[in-house]
């Protein structure tokens, strides 16, 4: 009788420096996106969950917000939370970006992982746009003098279609066991917070230096109004009034591009229609104060 072809399952956590493009990999990894990418640094808020399934293993790439120096409450949330997540995985995907010098943010990274028992994975990530290829072994080698790595794996999170070195290698250290999750499940998140991501990352995106991140995203109504039609009504959070008029632009001249770019890649997803309702409103210094945290789903303890 022919022995069952062994399967694997378990929680990999993505740790990085703001903006090393952990969001982005956790897409390319998954074929979907779901979590928010901008080159604006501290863009993920939250740990968001994503599941790939190959032919033998089922792994939740666990994306989480860029460790750094926090300057509010919402800093000091968002770091928490990345390193927590360190505790609780099966792997930890330690992803550098090789087109900058290794700096206080990596070797403070280095520094947690040393406390932590998780097999670590030294992702190099922007190969692509690496102009002296010739640096990379450098790189990796001056990176493993630090740290005892399970494996290191250059990447480009933006060009490659395929990570089979990436995925074999973590799949090594995954432990054996049946899928948690269903095939055709993507993410954790419900879809009303997905939705929420999407509008916040189009205000990133189209509104630059003008307004950093003083945003916040409510999704006030998430209704389906049949199998092909769903209505979004969301509110977008400042913290200033000259914030709430760049958003809403000349004649909601922004506000109306932040809607048609946010129900494309909602749409792109959810396979369907998307009416979305889109309001501003102000919540002055919101990043600094308990209740308005937990309103937008951060826990502030």
Not at 40 to 59: E, V
Not at 126 to 150: C, G, P, T
């Amino acid at each position: 009788m022919q022995a069952e072809p062994k399967h694997y399952a378990g929680f990999v956590a993505m740790v990085g420096r703001p903006n090393v493009g952990k969001s982005t990999l956790t897409n390319s990894l998954i074929g979907e996106k779901i979590a928010i990418m901008s080159d604006r640094p501290q863009t993920t808020r939250n740990r968001i969950m994503c599941i790939m399934n190959t032919d033998n293993a089922q792994i939740m790439f666990l994306d989480t917000p860029g460790i750094h120096k926090p300057h509010h409450k919402l800093g000091e949330y968002m770091v928490r939370t990345a390193e927590g997540t360190l505790q609780e995985v099966d792997v930890i995907l330690f992803i550098v970006d090789v087109t900058e010098k290794r700096g206080a943010g990596e070797d403070y990274i280095l520094e947690l992982l040393k406390k932590v028992k998780t097999p670590v994975i030294l992702v190099c990530n922007k190969i692509d746009k690496l102009q002296d290829k010739s640096k990379l072994f450098k790189i990796m080698e001056d990176y493993s003098k630090l740290y005892k790595f399970a494996a290191l794996v250059p990447v480009s999170a933006l060009t490659d279609g395929q990570f089979p070195d990436l995925v074999q290698e973590i799949t090594k250290l995954l432990p054996e066991g049946p899928a948690y999750y269903p095939d055709d499940m993507i993410t954790d998140q419900p879809e009303r917070v997905i939705a929420g991501e999407m509008i916040r990352e189009k205000v990133l995106r189209l509104t630059r230096d003008e307004v950093p991140h003083a945003i916040a995203v409510e999704v006030d109504e998430f209704k389906e109004r049949d199998d092909e039609n769903i209505y979004i009504r969301a509110t977008i959070f400042v913290e200033r009034e000259s914030q709430k008029g760049i958003i809403i632009g000349a004649k909601g001249g922004m506000l109306k591009k932040i809607g048609q770019q946010a129900r494309a890649d909602l749409e792109k997803l959810l396979y369907c229609k998307i009416y979305l309702d889109l309001w501003v409103k102000v919540k002055p210094d919101w990043r600094n104060q308990d209740k308005a945290l937990k309103q937008f789903g951060y826990n502030a303890r």
